[in-house]
């Protein structure tokens, strides 16, 4: 019965998108019906990932995805994660996704302009339109298995694990939340839009960035400790499919600001609005069309890619034509000023160039091998070598105009005045030029260049940003905006010290041990104590035990496994880790010998300041969240933001005179000349 109440449901949210789009982008907007339809569409794509679980946890094994993907041995929230954890339980995850953001824009967009309102929410139908219809008619996860099977093959043992329980929930979250952004630009070149309506789409973009931040944090966090890789990131197609939106989405919301405070670059929002979410459809493609051999992909019909990449090949042509016939409504009230080359404007102009510039060589480097064995040239691979040849010089100066970028004006500055601001900071990297490398080279025995280029970098965003924040809270607060903006650039310091440090100082080898052996790493001695086993609730495990002793700390006992699991007796290994603020002693074992010593080979890595590479996302993905609380971005009226009525851009107006320019840091004032 689960099974046809979950289908019926599918249908019922077909049905639904289908309405919602007729009601959106019909000949005449029905506002009613289109919210209407969307609550109904969001009620079915619920009410069936709702039956797809308790289809888990009931053991129904006459469902074919919940025999393939479960067990009777599979602990509850496992059985839960098993959702989401083959191809269509993901696919119906990201429907659920897209039905949440589509009642969030209801909710949230403005009533004041419903007609503009039901535009976007027709958009966001005409999306779950072709996603509901692909996941009901190609990727169906409540197809029947006749006779039903009397046990499933279990879930995927990489995925039994709390943080691939919550990474896929959170990733889906930022990469569907591209659809928003996306939909409120089409809805805007469909008929026009009020004249704030980039406001409105900020906090969307916002918020799906902090997700997609979170998820990505969550999954690299995963791989480290439970891999037995020791890294944090690998370059793997998969996790490249992640960074791709999520370096458009940073780009969208920069550019989104001069946007909307002067009225700049409405094409160019226009195309990273596009182009984030295509490349969230392209990361869904690459992770469930069967085309990439990776640890995070679990499709293995390719056949599914062509109608996906059918679907990616529609929304980016249709989109392009839409931008082309009516780009005309994509422009401001009112025309801009020219930019001088020193100016806030242009600081944004060359973020985004740079962002996307990165965007550009990591899609160049995760497509080009799978282009060239599509035509049969060859197989290629393209690792770590290539990303960080060419990203280095793409951002380090993107790291490097952080610094500067707050303390611009808008339209023009001048050099004095900016460097009268910017003398604090001037003086610290000073000093730091002088003592990092000293430090350096006291600690660590080395000096390498690009890490102290890299440690000068973050230094300089981190005191620029805290003493701009000092500034503005003298004068009056931070606000949710200016907290946003802190919190955000104060997490690419921390992350890219920590990026440095690991890189530059890291240490990490394989090791031949057996039971009673020392090894020194970083100053501390590690000794291999032995071997255990262990039953788990659906594995069983070998236990190696170690001990970890540094000068003026007392000895540590350190664990680490080697599990098989039921059901697919794939192995996995559980790494030992000495957590710490400045540094992790990493221990996993390997392979054991093929003698009776009983040793075993292992991976020991020592990873300085490892911490703070996700301690930098998480900052990143606080800020974003800071951002989208801003008064000054919300969307519906309200007195204490000072909203008044909005008014509907259809023609393209002659510009108006040019007011006085903030000051920086400044917010605009509403209704006041920018």
């Known amino acids: ?24 982008l019909g000949p005449r907007a029905q506002p009613r019906l289109a919210a209407l339809a969307t609550l109904w569409q969001a009620a079915g794509v619920l009410g069936a990932i709702v039956l797809l679980a308790a289809a888990f946890v009931n053991f129904d094994f006459s469902i074919q995805y919940v025999a393939q993907n479960s067990h009777t041995t599979l602990p509850l929230v496992y059985r839960v994660a098993a959702v989401w954890g ?58 029947r298995l006749l006779p039903a099977a009397p046990e499933g093959l279990s879930l995927n ?5 709390p943080g691939m329980a919550a990474h896929p929930p959170l990733l889906y979250l930022g990469y569907v939340g591209t659809a928003v952004p996306f939909a409120m630009t089409l809805a805007a070149l469909w008929r026009g839009a009020p004249a704030d309506w980039v406001r409105w789409v900020r906090p969307y973009t916002a918020v799906a960035l902090a997700f997609l931040s979170l998820g990505i944090m969550i999954g690299s966090w995963w791989a480290y400790y439970e891999l037995g890789w020791g890294g944090w990131w690998f370059w793997d197609p998969v996790e490249n499919a992640s960074l791709m939106p999520w370096l458009a989405l940073a780009a969208l919301l920069h550019v989104q600001i001069a946007r909307d405070a002067q009225g700049r670059f409405p094409y160019w929002t226009a195309a990273l609005a596009v182009g984030a979410f295509v490349l969230s459809l392209l990361g869904t493609f690459l992770v469930r069309s069967g085309v990439l051999i990776s640890v995070h992909a679990f499709a293995s019909d390719p056949r599914r890619g062509i109608v996906m990449l059918l679907l990616i090949a529609l929304t980016l042509l249709g989109s392009l034509l839409l931008v082309a016939w009516r780009g005309k409504h994509l422009l401001p009230v009112r025309a801009s000023r020219g930019a001088a080359p020193l100016s806030r404007d242009m600081a944004l102009a060359l973020n985004n160039l740079l962002l996307v510039a990165a965007c550009g060589c990591v899609l160049l480097g995760t497509l080009y091998p799978l282009i060239m064995d599509a035509l049969q040239l060859g197989k290629l691979s393209v690792g770590a070598p290539y990303f960080e040849a060419v990203m280095t010089p793409v951002l380090l100066p993107a790291l490097l105009l952080l610094i500067v970028s707050i303390w611009l004006r808008w339209g023009r500055d001048e050099g004095r005045a900016l460097l009268r601001r910017l003398a604090p900071t001037l003086a610290l990297l000073a000093v730091g030029a002088v003592a990092l490398p000293l430090l350096l080279a006291s600690v660590y025995g080395a000096v390498h ?8 970098g973050a230094l300089g965003v981190a005191a620029s940003t805290l003493h701009w924040a ?7 607060g931070l606000g949710a905006s200016g907290l946003g903006l802190t919190l955000g650039h104060l997490g690419v310091a921390v992350f890219v010290a920590g990026v440095a440090m690991v890189g530059g100082y890291g240490v990490e080898h394989d090791q031949h041990m057996a039971p009673g052996d020392t090894t020194a790493l970083a100053g501390c001695a590690l000794s291999f104590d032995g071997m255990s086993s262990r039953q788990g609730p659906n594995y069983e495990a070998q236990v ?40 992790d002693i990493y221990v996993a074992l390997s392979t054991p010998a093929d003698d009776a010593s009983g040793a075993w080979s292992l991976r020991v890595q020592y990873k300085p300041f490892m911490r703070w590479v996700w301690l930098g996302v998480l900052l990143m993905g606080a800020g974003a969240f800071s951002a989208a609380l801003a008064c000054r971005l919300r969307s519906s009226p309200s007195p204490a933001c000072g909203r008044g009525p909005a008014v509907v851009v259809q023609d393209i107006t002659p510009a108006a005179p040019p007011g006085p320019l903030p000051q920086a840091g400044e917010e605009e004032k509403p209704g006041a000349p920018t």
Not at 88 to 104: D, Q, T, V, Y
Not at 470 to 476: D, I, S, T
């Open 544 to 583: 190696g035990r170690f001990t970890l002793r540094c000068e003026g700390q007392a000895p540590l006992a350190l664990v680490s496994e080697k599990r098989s699991y039921v059901g697919s007796g794939m192995p996995l290994t559980e790494s030992a880790i000495d957590w710490g603020l400045t540094r």
């Open 1 to 24: 019965m689960i099974g046809e109440l979950g289908q019926l449901l599918l249908i019922l949210a077909v049905v639904a998108a289908a309405v919602q789009t007729w009601a959106g």
């Open 86 to 143: 083959g191809h269509e339980g993901s696919m119906l995850l990201w429907l659920a996704a897209l039905a949440l953001w589509s009642l969030a824009a209801l909710r949230g967009l403005p009533r004041r302009d419903a007609q503009y309102a039901a535009r976007t929410l027709g958009m966001l139908g005409l999306v779950s339109l072709g996603v509901g219809a692909f996941v009901l008619l190609t990727s169906n996860p409540f197809a």
């Open 470 to 476: 000092a500034l503005r809270l003298r004068g009056g």
């Open 449 to 456: 260049p690009l890490v102290v280029v890299a440690l000068l």
């Open 157 to 161: 043992p990489l995925l039994q694990d």
